[in-house]
Each structure stands twice: as structure tokens, then as C-alpha cells.
């Protein structure tokens, strides 16, 4: 009989050994496991047939059509499991940890593979994610006004053995209106929360985590509400870039996308702006002007970002005066003297 595994013993072989979700294509898509492979019992329209079976003609009828439909692919679905299979073994789970998961595990076990089953399914994992944001995070946030390089020094931190936590690459946005601009397409809400979950269960608990200062939504994704809170109330670096530099790295890092998509994300925040600063801005995009352009977005986002700042306590942010020019890197080495000058990493530990 395959063995079946709690939530955190199927974590921690997950570490090892291969996942494989038997779930639809649709119901992976929502939500899964970060490094699972699907491998679906079932098509979405399968499930769907057997689904109304089963409401309309019992269980019994129901086993029989997803027989029905699993036969003919028995033979692919084993090979596909033996292709990722690591020392013949793997771990499978379903949405409940019910009949699919058991009938797939029967299934690769015939052909030598050893199966070990979650208890509970995809939903057990799902409760594990949103309970483990209720805990305290020891973020240390690095802040500043919109185009103040804020990501660069984030990895910079993280090239000098520090933890980070890369929201907005989780998210595939960089949080503004033209945040989608370049990125892959976003995931679900549910997607982006496991994503999350998966690189601070691999972070050492004990230690600082660096994260970027963010709003409650990067794009369409929403940040869990354990996460927004820990970042408002832990130490901020405000990296203060002058204006001139910050349109500058604006410049460099949006002007080669298509004017069109440009003005696209200008409309987004056209209420924001109104509309005589809105077709000012369109208009240096079309006369690519890009400098005005971006000296009229962020009178908004400076605007935007100040009022959340002010939200904060005062006492818990720190100041960093930036020179023009200077590298990601250095910026990075003086947020460390500066934690080390305020003995800010202590106070947190």
C-alpha cells in the first residue's frame, strides 16, 4: 500500500524528490505545488463528464466513465511518470488526496514506481501556505521614490550573502503602470501566494530577509495580508536618489518599448494624472521626449508613494542619501554600514 504523508513531510521530501500533480490542466493552472509536474488523470472536459455523472447517476457510474476515459491513456501516463521519477520514487497528490491520487499511484506502481501520497491533497497544502503567512517575518525593507533603482540594490544585497525576497519577479511586475511592459504574463493571485511561500520556506527564519518596499498589489496579484503588514512595520532604507537620476534609469529602462504600449499605461492612471498632464505626457511619448514624460508619471507615483510613507513610523525609517551615479552595488555596501551605524540588524535579532 502507498504511503500517505502529512503537509510538512511531504515539504521536506518535496526537497528531494519529484512532485506529481494528477489534478486537470485548469485546476494546476489556478494553483500549484511550485515545482510540481502535471501529469492530469483527467482532461478538463473529462472531469467536467464525470463530475455530472456522478451527480446524476452515483458514484458507482461515475468510476465507470473515468474509467472509461483514463484506459486509453495508462500506457502514456506511466511513461511520463517514469521520465521525471527520481530513485523510482515520487510524490502524488490530487485536490483531496482521494481516488485520483490513489489510482494514479496504483498506476505507476506497476511499473516500479514508489509512490508517496499527501494527505489532504492540494488542499492541505493551500491551508499550510495561508496559515504560514501568519507568522512574523524579520523583513528589513529597501524604499524609495519610484525609478531610485530600489531592484538593483535589492540584488546587489543578495550578491553579498544577504536573503532577499524578490516580490515583484515572483509577481512578473514591476508594480507601476508600465510594470507589465517586458514581463511574462502574470499568474493567478492563488499562483503568485504559493510562489511566495516556496522562497521564504527555503530562507533561514533566523535571519534578515530584504524585500522591496511594495503596495498591497504588484499588478493584478494581491500580496497575502500577513506579508503587507510585516513590510509596513519593519525597518526601511529610503534610498534618496535625486529627481534628475531617477528620470534618467526611468529613460534607460522604458523608452526602447513600442510607443503604443507606452501611451497604453499612461491611460491606465489618466484619472490619476488628469487629463491636461495625461496628454502632456502622451504627447512627449509621440514626440519622444521621453524625459518630460516621466517627469510628469512621477508627480503622481512621488505623490502616491510620500502619502504611504507617511503612514509609517517614523522612527523606523532611515534615510540613505544616494550620489548621482552611483552603482547598485556601492548603494548596497552603504545600506549595510548604515544598518551596522544604527545597530539595526541587532535591535531586529
Known amino acids: 500500500m502507498d504511503k500517505v504523508l502529512d503537509i510538512l513531510t511531504f515539504l521536506r521530501k518535496a526537497e528531494s524528490i519529484p512532485v506529481v500533480d494528477v489534478r486537470t490542466p485548469a485546476e494546476f493552472e489556478q494553483g500549484h505545488i511550485p515545482t510540481a509536474h502535471n501529469i492530469p488523470l483527467f482532461s478538463n472536459e473529462e472531469r467536467k463528464k464525470v463530475g455530472i455523472t456522478y451527480k446524476h447517476s452515483g458514484q458507482k457510474d461515475a468510476i465507470i466513465k473515468g474509467l472509461e476515459f483514463a484506459g486509453p491513456k495508462m500506457k502514456e501516463l506511466a511513461l511520463q511518470a517514469t521520465e521525471i521519477a527520481n530513485g523510482k520514487q515520487l510524490l502524488v497528490h490530487c485536490w483531496r488526496g482521494g481516488m485520483r491520487s490513489a489510482s494514479m499511484a496504483w498506476l505507476f506502481g506497476t511499473v516500479g514506481l514508489k509512490s508517496l501520497i499527501l494527505e489532504g491533497g492540494y488542499k492541505s497544502f493551500r491551508r499550510h501556505v495561508l496559515s504560514f503567512f501568519d507568522d512574523e517575518f524579520l523583513f528589513f525593507v529597501v524604499g524609495g521614490l519610484t525609478g531610485s533603482g530600489k531592484t538593483d540594490v535589492l540584488h546587489a544585497l543578495q550578491k553579498k550573502g544577504e536573503q532577499v525576497l524578490d516580490l515583484e519577479n515572483l509577481a512578473h511586475h514591476k508594480g507601476s503602470a508600465f510594470g507589465s511592459l517586458g514581463q511574462k504574463v502574470q499568474s493567478t493571485n492563488e499562483q503568485f501566494e504559493n510562489d511566495i511561500f516556496w522562497e521564504l520556506k527555503m530562507l533561514d527564519r533566523n535571519r534578515i530577509v530584504w524585500i522591496e518596499d511594495e503596495s498591497r498589489n504588484i499588478g493584478k496579484n494581491n500580496l497575502p495580508p500577513g506579508i503587507f503588514r510585516s513590510i509596513r512595520s519593519a525597518p526601511l532604507i529610503f534610498l534618496d536618489v535625486s529627481l534628475q537620476n531617477r528620470i534618467a534609469r526611468l529613460v534607460r529602462d522604458y523608452a ?53 510613507l507617511e503612514k509609517r513610523d517614523r522612527t523606523r525609517v532611515f534615510p540613505m542619501p544616494v550620489e548621482d551615479g552611483s552603482p547598485a552595488a556601492e548603494m548596497a555596501e552603504h545600506i549595510l554600514e548604515l544598518m551596522k551605524q544604527n545597530q539595526l540588524r541587532e535591535q531586529t535579532l
Open 256 to 308: 526602447n518599448f513600442p510607443k503604443d504600449d507606452l501611451k497604453a499605461a499612461v491611460l491606465k492612471i489618466r484619472p490619476r494624472l488628469g487629463d491636461q498632464v495625461a496628454r502632456s505626457a502622451i504627447k512627449g511619448i509621440e514626440d519622444a521626449n521621453y524625459q518630460r514624460t516621466a517627469e510628469l508619471v512621477l508627480q503622481y507615483y512621488d505623490k502616491t508613494y510620500r502619502y504611504g
